[in-house]
């Protein structure tokens, strides 16, 4: 733990959700709740700005691009969100803040 880290600790205040963190919760969940899971590891030789995670659940298909409640998102990552719901996907921008909105999406009731 940095010294931020305790410092945040002291004052009662959660550490700040990583990226790597927030894609393992929700994994986590979807799996728990039927769905299968694309995440891909190794992306530098691949079109820049592909959503961060593909989840299907038969008939759902969802591309999410995940980022902290304070992460940027790039022109490339939007422009592949709105060309995917331009095609009539369900492309979404995730944040931990999204949470309840999330765990509705992957119980189908969203």
Not at 53 to 80: H, M, N, Y
Request: charged share 25%; glycine share 8%.
């Amino acid at each position: 733990m940095t010294g931020h880290e305790r410092h945040r600790a002291s004052l009662g205040i959660a550490p700040k959700l990583t990226e790597k963190a927030f894609m393992g919760q929700i994994v986590q969940l979807a799996k728990i709740l039927g769905w299968s899971c694309f995440h891909c590891h190794d992306s530098r030789h691949s079109a820049k700005g592909f959503p961060d995670l593909c989840l299907v659940r038969p008939p759902k298909l969802i591309f999410a691009e995940l980022k902290t409640d304070t992460g940027r998102v790039s022109a490339e990552q939007q422009q592949w969100l709105k060309h995917l719901q331009a095609c009539g996907q369900d492309a979404r921008l995730l944040r931990p803040k999204d949470w309840p909105e999330i765990e509705a999406m992957l119980k189908g009731e969203s």
